[in-house]
């Protein structure tokens, strides 16, 4: 289905309001030029190409170099048992310096910035049938009526409670799903690319 007008003008606030910048690719260059050094960022210009998702990425990473701090991109990255990925142990800067692809930078530009909005995933949980979150089971250590945080997609969240059902301790979701804001920025800036407002 083809993208409203209003959804177009909707997605572009949220770019602005969340970056301070237009959606364009200019305008994120810049961003990214005050942040980091020229040499990053070119490397980051050179992963990313023209494709759409690989600049809602760049989108993504300004952002969370924004709410974590330089530290963020310079240190050694460690996710948490739910968030860790094989290639974890260097850090953003020394990773597009390798050959891994540019979605490893995503996955941790989401879920960094996830674990820094709400408590660190205490396990992970599919969303997709009622059956797969009956079968969850609540984190060890957890009493009934405990709130917990789980994981269901990368820099995607959702607020659990915990519950006794026939003497197992599983998990029931009575809140809405939540999206990180960098997930909400890579979305954002990926929809208004393939509308073809975005542009350099």
């Avoid at 310079?74 to 048992?81: A, L, Q, V, Y």
């Amino acid at each position: 289905m083809p993208m409203t007008e209003e959804s177009r003008r909707e997605y572009v606030e949220f770019v602005r309001r969340t970056l301070g910048i237009e959606p364009t690719e200019q305008a994120l260059f810049d961003r990214l030029r005050r942040q980091l050094p020229a040499e990053d960022v070119e490397r980051l210009r050179v992963l990313a190409g023209r494709r759409p998702s690989g600049i809602a990425t760049l989108a993504a990473v300004s952002l969370a170099i924004e709410r974590l701090g330089l530290d963020w991109w310079r240190r050694p990255r460690t996710g948490s048992e739910v968030t860790r990925t094989k290639e974890d142990g260097v850090s953003p800067v020394e990773l597009i310096r390798g050959e891994e692809p540019l979605s490893t930078l995503r996955t941790w530009a989401v879920e960094d910035v996830a674990d820094d909005e709400w408590p660190p995933a205490a396990g992970f949980v599919d969303i997709n049938t009622q059956r797969a979150v009956n079968a969850t089971p609540a984190p060890s250590g957890s009493t009934p009526g405990d709130h917990v945080t789980f994981s269901w997609d990368a820099g995607c969240r959702v607020l659990a409670v915990v519950e006794e059902r026939d003497g197992f301790l599983g998990i029931t979701i009575p809140g809405q799903l939540l999206y990180s804001v960098a997930e909400e920025v890579w979305d954002s800036w990926y929809r208004v690319t393939e509308s073809g407002i975005a542009t350099s």
